[in-house]
């Protein structure tokens, strides 16, 4: 059994930062894509940075330049840096891994940015 733990969130002010972690625990063989997505209230849960297994990153346009999404394959932990926050960053992070041979998500961590 695979379960993904996610750390980090809170509340923090227009432009300030916070860093989050995931990391991923039980019966391990590989871990492809990790990946970060947000669900604000009212609207639907979207993709804010995904890593591959080789390093290659990609991210939502609204948050490009600003966060920055790493991992550490030896701790099977993803990580999204978050700086110069804006209150529309508000939302619910998920993490979300394909650890062979399926998908699992994370509990879902709030990041309150106020203005």
């Known amino acids: 059994q695979v379960q993904l733990v996610e750390s980090g969130g809170g509340l923090v002010q227009a432009g300030g930062s916070l860093r989050l972690s995931c990391a991923a625990s039980?019966?391990?063989?590989?871990?492809?894509?990790m990946s970060w997505y947000r669900q604000a209230p009212g609207k639907e849960r979207e993709l804010v940075a995904r890593i591959s297994s080789g390093g290659i990153t990609n991210y939502l346009d609204a948050v490009k330049g600003r966060f920055t999404i790493s991992r550490d394959n030896a701790k099977n932990t993803v990580y999204l840096q978050m700086n110069s926050l804006k209150p529309e960053d508000t939302a619910v992070y998920y993490c979300q891994m394909y650890i062979f041979p399926g998908d699992y998500w994370g509990q879902g961590t709030q990041v309150t940015v106020s203005s």
């Open positions: 039980g019966t391990i063989f590989r871990v492809n894509a």
